[in-house]
């Protein structure tokens, strides 16, 4: 689930808002150790999330590095 607000409880894991950081997150199983899971986790709903992400950004809006660095920001 995409929280990119960072306000849900629970244990997390940081992803550069980009479609490649999270393909290779993917192949690298990062998201199964940064959740510390024993199994690999459904993140299709982060990858939707990035996909309206994507949009956003070739319709003008703002830039996700921009994005990232004001929510870490906060």
Do not use: C
């Not at 894991?13 to 192949?27: F, G, M, N, R, S």
């Not at 959740?35 to 003008?60: I, K």
Request: charge should be negative.
């Amino acid at each position: 689930m995409a929280d990119p607000k960072a306000v849900m409880p629970g244990r997390g894991a940081w992803l550069t808002p980009t479609i490649d950081a999270y393909e290779l997150a993917v192949k690298r199983r990062a998201f199964r150790r940064a959740l510390r899971l024993d199994r690999e986790p459904d993140t299709s709903a982060v990858l939707d999330h990035l996909h309206g992400l994507a949009a956003e950004q070739s319709g003008g809006h703002q830039d996700t590095t921009e994005q990232a660095e004001r929510l870490m920001d906060n």
